[in-house]
Nanobody
Framework: QVQLVESGGGLVQAGGSLRLACAAS????????MGWFRQAPGKEREFVAY????????VHADSVKGRFTISRDNAKNTVYLQMNSLKPEDTAVYYC???????????????????WGQGTQVTVSS
């Protein structure tokens, strides 16, 4: 059974940093692109960042561009999200997701992702 387990969330002051990690198991990790999404209370789940299976191609949402960086280590079956200069509006539950290479459509479309983690809470205080 495929598992994606996020870690690294927590409470941080505005301007601070956090590094999220997502460890995959029972998955041929290098065959999947990976994404990070987030969901704030009362809002829809939104795209944050994407990385292709080799790690050569990344996409970041405009709202996090220049502050967040997605990366992956295929030897460790892990994808990361480095979050710097955090703002209160970054407060949300952050989810990682795996997307098969055969998927069509925008990398920001959550319906194109096959597997999801349970999420990790990030809270940014002002």
């Amino acid at each position: 059974q495929v598992q994606l387990v996020e870690s690294g969330g927590g409470l941080v002051q505005a301007g601070g940093s956090l590094r999220l990690a997502c460890a995959a198991s029972e998955l041929t990790f290098s065959n999947y692109a990976m994404g990070w999404f987030r969901q704030a209370p009362g809002k829809e789940r939104e795209f944050v960042a994407y990385i292709n299976r080799h790690g050569y191609n990344t996409v970041h949402a405009d709202s996090v561009k220049g502050r967040f960086t997605i990366s992956r280590d295929n030897a460790k079956n892990t994808v990361y999200l480095q979050m710097n200069s955090l703002k209160p509006e970054d407060t949300a539950v952050y989810y990682c997701a795996a997307r098969a290479t055969t998927a069509y459509g925008s990398t920001g479309n959550r319906d194109t992702y096959n597997y999801w983690g349970q999420g990790t809470q990030v809270t940014v205080s002002s």
